[in-house]
């Protein structure tokens, strides 16, 4: 069944990548719903197509979220496998306009061609695959969350996807596979966002220097000190990304900001440097700082339950003819949430190739089938467990 799953997708790689094409051609920044619901009108009209029961959920002035449900014959409803896909990008609107879709050498290239609709072509022809070669065991239960605002932190998502998660018995995010190798990820560093507000007092920078308190020279202190806290033997690292301050060069600056990234790879290593942050101390006499924010998404640790699924996804690849590795992301996805809730997560289950965010992403048009293959044969290796 595994070579008939293979051969299914690989015959289908021309209308694989027609749907890629369809679906990058649509701009869909994460500000904008209007834009992505298009996405989303696409990817449920797909859905409904391949079988599935299809939820749209709806709420007045942003991207709308889809709940999409698979079963098989007798299957156990109540521990589905979970899928979870974003459609929004980081590109603006009329980034398809000036970077059309397009394949060059064997490679997509495209506004989110990586990160992630190629995942998320890659899941629905994975699905269509077990159904429409009769490999759907009748064990298995699936349900895709396709959702708009990943990019933007998932506020307005993340309480759907932990609600589903609740329900599933594991969960696979088709984010990219790492570069180069287009390794799986079982792990995914933590991330917090703070916000450091300075106030000093403003004089004469010529005439009273001295009856002023400069609030730039305050964040410099305060700049440093969190340089301070960054561990890398830890894979702590705080980073002072965007800083503001002062009015005029002639003026002693009364007032200051930064914008802070934290990220962590355990939440015990988060327990211990956010109030560390949070707990700054002006420097100097008669400044005031204040500081706000927290972890927005936990990490996803890396656990016995995740490396037992990339191992079974490992050995699935092995059979289909190609090596799998295991690697661990600075960055954040949804399956942050979910591994923190305590339930088995693998990451890095969509496209192969490189640039996220970057103007040269890309996509292998080659892996595609291979990659879609893994997906409906690890689901399949699911069915029906605890």
Same mark, same amino acid.
């Given at each position: 069944?595994?070579?008939?799953?293979?051969?299914?997708?690989?015959?289908?790689?021309?209308?694989?990548?027609?749907?890629?094409?369809?679906?990058?051609?649509?701009?869909?920044?994460?500000? !904008?719903?209007?834009?992505?619901?298009?996405?989303? +009108?696409?990817?449920?009209?797909?859905?409904?197509?391949?079988?599935?029961? *299809?939820?749209?959920?709806?709420?007045?002035?942003?991207?709308?979220?889809?709940?999409?449900?698979?079963?098989?014959?007798?299957?156990?409803? +109540?521990?589905?496998?979970?899928?979870?896909?974003?459609?929004?990008?980081?590109?603006?609107?009329?980034?398809?306009?000036?970077?059309?879709?397009?394949?060059?050498?064997?490679?997509?290239?495209?506004?989110?061609?990586? &990160?992630?609709?190629?995942?998320?072509?890659?899941?629905?022809?994975?699905?269509?695959?077990?159904?429409?070669?009769?490999?759907?065991?009748?064990?298995?239960?699936?349900?895709?969350?396709?959702?708009?605002?990943?990019?933007?932190?998932?506020?307005?998502?993340?309480?759907?996807?932990?609600?589903?998660?609740?329900?599933?018995?594991?969960?696979?995010?088709?984010?990219?596979? !790492?570069?180069?190798?287009?390794?799986?990820?079982?792990? %995914?560093?933590? *991330?917090?966002?703070?916000?450091?507000?300075?106030? /000093?007092?403003?004089?004469?920078?010529?005439?009273?220097?001295?009856?002023?308190?400069?609030?730039?020279?305050?964040?410099?202190?305060?700049?440093?000190?969190?340089?301070?806290?960054? &561990?890398?033997?830890?894979?702590?690292?705080?980073?002072?990304?965007?800083?503001?301050?002062?009015?005029?060069?002639?003026?002693?600056?009364?007032?200051?900001?930064?914008?802070?990234?934290?990220? *962590?790879?355990?939440?015990?290593?988060?327990?211990?440097?956010?109030?560390?942050?949070?707990?700054?101390?002006?420097?100097?006499?008669?400044?005031?700082?204040?500081?706000?924010? /927290?972890?927005?998404?936990?990490?996803?640790? %890396?656990?016995?339950?995740?490396?037992?699924?990339?191992?079974?996804?490992?050995?699935?690849?092995? +059979?289909?003819?190609?090596?799998?590795?295991?690697?661990?992301?600075?960055?954040?996805?949804?399956?942050?949430?979910?591994?923190?809730?305590?339930?088995?997560?693998?990451?890095?289950?969509?496209?192969? /190739?490189?640039?996220?965010?970057?103007?040269?992403?890309?996509?292998?048009?080659? !892996?595609?089938?291979?990659?879609?293959?893994?997906?409906?044969?690890?689901?399949?290796?699911?069915?029906?467990?605890?």
């Amino acid at each position: 069944m595994a070579d008939a799953i293979l051969s299914f997708l690989r015959s289908h790689e021309a209308d694989m990548v027609d749907d890629l094409r369809a679906l990058v051609s649509m701009d869909s920044p994460s500000t !904008e719903p209007a834009l992505v619901n298009r996405c989303i +009108d696409w990817a449920a009209a797909k859905l409904g197509a391949s079988g599935a029961e *299809v939820r749209r959920v709806h709420d007045d002035g942003l991207a709308d979220r889809l709940v999409a449900t698979w079963s098989g014959k007798g299957a156990r409803e +109540d521990r589905p496998a979970l899928i979870l896909v974003h459609l929004d990008t980081v590109w603006p609107a009329d980034e398809t306009g000036r970077r059309p879709f397009r394949i060059e050498d064997g490679k997509a290239y495209g506004p989110g061609v990586f &990160d992630m609709k190629g995942g998320a072509v890659q899941g629905l022809w994975a699905l269509k695959a077990l159904r429409e070669t009769g490999a759907w065991p009748g064990g298995l239960v699936v349900t895709m969350v396709v959702t708009a605002d990943e990019e933007i932190g998932s506020r307005q998502s993340r309480a759907l996807i932990e609600a589903e998660a609740r329900k599933s018995r594991l969960v696979c995010v088709l984010e990219p596979a !790492e570069p180069p190798t287009g390794a799986y990820k079982t792990s %995914r560093k933590g *991330v917090g966002g703070f916000q450091v507000q300075i106030e /000093g007092r403003a004089a004469h920078a010529g005439g009273q220097p001295e009856k002023g308190i400069s609030a730039v020279v305050e964040l410099a202190h305060q700049t440093l000190a969190l340089a301070a806290l960054n &561990d890398f033997a830890r894979g702590t690292t705080v980073n002072v990304g965007v800083v503001h301050g002062g009015s005029r060069s002639n003026v002693i600056p009364a007032d200051a900001s930064a914008s802070i990234d934290l990220r *962590v790879r355990t939440m015990a290593e988060a327990d211990r440097v956010v109030p560390l942050i949070l707990g700054l101390k002006p420097v100097l006499d008669g400044a005031r700082v204040t500081v706000t924010g /927290g972890v927005n998404r936990p990490p996803m640790e %890396r656990t016995p339950a995740g490396v037992a699924l990339f191992e079974a996804a490992k050995r699935i690849a092995a +059979d289909l003819g190609f090596a799998l590795a295991e690697s661990a992301s600075g960055g954040a996805s949804d399956g942050n949430f979910t591994a923190a809730l305590g339930v088995p997560t693998i990451d890095g289950m969509g496209a192969v /190739g490189d640039g996220a965010h970057a103007l040269h992403e890309q996509l292998v048009v080659a !892996e595609m089938a291979p990659r879609a293959a893994l997906l409906a044969r690890f689901l399949q290796s699911q069915a029906g467990g605890a």
